[in-house]
């Protein structure tokens, strides 16, 4: 079910070393206390080592501050009285374009606009949320896309994008799904191995090419561990193959970590492709681009910067590092995923059973109709910690495990982080994951237990 891996401790096999290590972040511990109701308070105390349960209130300096209140606002009431007026069957995910389209927006507005010389291209990371009116709105919006596999690129072509504006990021993929992409137009591809680039030579010819690097660690929520990119060194040479079997090099690709909380870590991945950029200039090969991936955040239990501090970051780094290598900056590319649409999305749940596991057990169990498999897969490892609201219900809360509803022993949401939740929270109540628009429908099993897949309302 992981998505993530463990983070990467920096170093590969042939030496090379794409940003610093930082193995403290492989202990890294959460004691959380989230008390939920209709106050919603909130406090929790992170830390990088293990550390004992205690719990300090540090409600009013971490409450989460969303990018817009008026905007989050809206968006709220929007989604509240979509639930009042037709009361779906829970579990449902409820999607306001609104949002996505503001986020877009305000994203773009940051990075400069996307058709000047200087702007970043913007390529939405369909897996984050795959519905369709999504990808409808956004290329209404003049957005370009990042595709994970061949029906992720018919998705964009059935909602109207143009197959220019569609890249095929990941770098594991058949040959058939190459030459399936090629036959539709696709002619941007990302790979991070020599096997890969050959097939994209035979399958896809012509097309143009982002090697992707590993970077270590950089401490962002989801890690991706050691599982994509490769070294620097490795990166030059298969640029320069590339160029060999008739590809066009594009230029280097990394990516940071989902919900990165430091603009800052960008800067290691940036340098280094610089470095590799002006090596292959040398050679005589130019690469165009930087795809610089995901990454930007969206609102869970802490709080996170604005765009603009990350485009401030970002911009700032590309412009030092290839000024530094004495070339000129190049287009960056962004895929952002999770930024667009987490923020957008309230997950509705509803309590199956409270109970505990004896009688002098102070925190209950609560279980939901939603779980791992249901949608709420980053949960795993309690990576993502949702903000969550039991509408009606306001009075004295105490602590709960959450868990989902299937005969897994792993469907178990919470049991580190502790949420509180009102005291007589009861079978049947609502209980809603804000910023659950993310990562969510797109995870959820078809069948597992019997269960449905996750129902998204666009709104
Ligand atoms: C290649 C690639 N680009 C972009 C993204 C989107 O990342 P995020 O949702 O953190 O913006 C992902 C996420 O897995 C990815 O694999």
């Not at 193995?23 to 293990?50: E, I, N």
């Not at 970002?314 to 900056?329: G, N, Q």
């Not at 105490?398 to 919470?414: I, R, S």
Request: proline content about 7%; glycine content about 10%; overall charge neutral.
């Amino acid at each position: 079910m992981a998505r993530r891996g463990t983070p990467h401790d920096g170093t590969t096999r042939d030496g090379g070393m794409t940003g610093a290590a930082n193995g403290s972040t492989r202990q890294r511990t959460r004691d959380w206390k989230v008390r939920s109701g209709m106050g919603h308070s909130l406090a929790y105390r992170a830390s990088h080592t293990p550390q004992p349960t205690v719990v300090t209130d540090l409600a009013t300096s971490v409450r989460p501050r969303p990018p817009s209140s008026a905007e989050a606002t809206g968006a709220m009431i929007r989604i509240r009285s979509f639930l009042d007026d037709t009361s779906p069957p829970t579990p449902c995910l409820v999607l306001d374009l609104r949002t996505v389209r503001e986020r877009y927006l305000q994203l773009a507005w940051a990075f400069g606009p996307t058709e000047s010389r200087t702007g970043a291209r913007l390529c939405y990371a369909v897996k984050a949320n795959p519905a369709p009116e999504v990808v409808r709105l956004l290329v209404g919006l003049g957005a370009r896309f990042d595709a994970a596999s061949v029906p992720e690129i018919e998705l964009c072509l059935s909602c109207g994008a143009s197959p220019d504006d569609i890249s095929y990021g990941n770098t594991i993929k058949k040959r058939a799904d190459i030459a399936r992409a090629h036959a539709l137009g696709v002619h941007l591809f990302t790979s991070d191995s020599i096997d890969d680039v050959s097939a994209i030579a035979e399958c896809a010819p012509g097309s143009s090419v982002f090697c992707r690097i590993l970077l270590a660690d950089t401490g962002s929520l989801t890690p991706f561990g050691a599982k994509f990119g490769c070294s620097a060194s490795m990166a030059e040479d298969l640029l320069a193959t590339a160029a060999r079997l008739g590809l066009r090099p594009a230029g280097v690709a990394f990516h940071v970590g989902s919900q990165q909380p430091d603009p800052g870590v960008w800067d290691t991945g940036i340098a280094t492709a610089a470095d590799i950029t002006a090596r292959l200039a040398a050679r005589g090969i130019m690469l165009p681009m930087l795809n610089v991936g995901g990454g930007l955040p969206g609102q869970y239990t802490q709080a996170v910067p604005p765009f603009a501090s990350y485009a401030a970051a970002i911009t700032a780094s590309v412009c030092r590092h290839f000024d530094r290598v004495r070339l000129a900056a190049p287009r960056v590319m962004l895929e952002p995923g999770r930024c667009l649409v987490a923020d957008a999305g309230l997950l509705r749940a509803e309590v199956v059973l409270v109970s505990r596991k004896s009688t002098v057990d102070d925190r209950r169990w609560v279980y939901l109709d939603v779980g791992r498999y249901g949608g709420l897969a980053e949960t795993e490892q309690e990576y993502i910690t949702y903000r969550l609201e039991t509408p009606g219900r306001g009075g004295p809360t105490g602590p709960v495990y959450l868990a989902g509803p299937t005969c897994d022993g792993d469907d178990v949401l919470y049991q580190h982080t502790v949420y509180e939740l009102p005291m007589d929270l009861r079978q049947g109540d609502p209980v809603d994951f804000l910023s659950a628009g993310a990562y969510t429908a797109s995870y959820s099993s078809v069948a597992f237990n019997g269960f449905p897949p996750l129902v998204t309302h666009c709104i």
